[in-house]
């Protein structure tokens, strides 16, 4: 099975425009997300896929390998499905390009379902909740699975809801922490997925919820949700680079 990671990554960002190529530690963020995937076993290559000059310039700087894509796309999937279309692969691995703390058996855990079974077109990932805060957060996804991992529903909103109210879902959240996941963005596609893509239309709860993954549900899909023990977090915001910075010097001895 050939597998290649595609990391999407655009200088244009609201909040944090030019993140992608921001100095974390000596080096871009980029080229962090780039050689943490590129120590995955189990993929032939990684490419980053971009829509401007100043990133592909930077990976080539490093010797990655970059693609130009279009600069009309409006979401990652989008640029990894054109990607799709001028080569050939069997899955697609999406990780982010605003992901510097990726670990290498992240993108295994997404690669190995394939290997075994035909009846989905997408895996990603889940873990547990780490405190309260982050199930009421809107910007931290949750996930909900069936008995056998598929995806039942994807919400920025705390599910499963707590019918006894979530003025008491604080002092509970220990005892059901074990149902609560949040949901970590790095995603497999099947190649014939990605090619199809493009032809499904933005869905009502995917426009809700701003969450693209569900147009994938509304349309039939399944979604392979594995669960892992890896923490990471991405870049939004220049706050959010200097956490991943302490986070990064913490691991490195406080160097």
Known sequence: MRAIVVIPARFA???FPGKVIADLEGKPVIQWVYEGASRCKNIEAVIVATDDERVKKVVEGFGGKAIMTSPYHRSGTERIAEVAERIDYEIFINVQGDEPLIEPQMVDQ???????SADFSITTLKTG????SELIDPNTVKVVTDCHGYALYFSRSPIPYLRNGLSSLSDQFNSYRRVWFKHIGIYGYRRDFL????DLMESPLERIEKLEQLRALENGYRIKVMETECETS??????????????IRERMGGL
């Open 195 to 198: 090619l199809k893509w493009k």
């Open 234 to 247: 991405g870049i939004d915001t220049p706050e959010d680079l200097e956490k991943v910075r302490s986070i």
């Open 129 to 132: 909740l780490s405190d309260y």
């Open 13 to 15: 960002s609201e909040r």
């Open 110 to 116: 997404v690669i190995n379902p394939f290997k075994y």
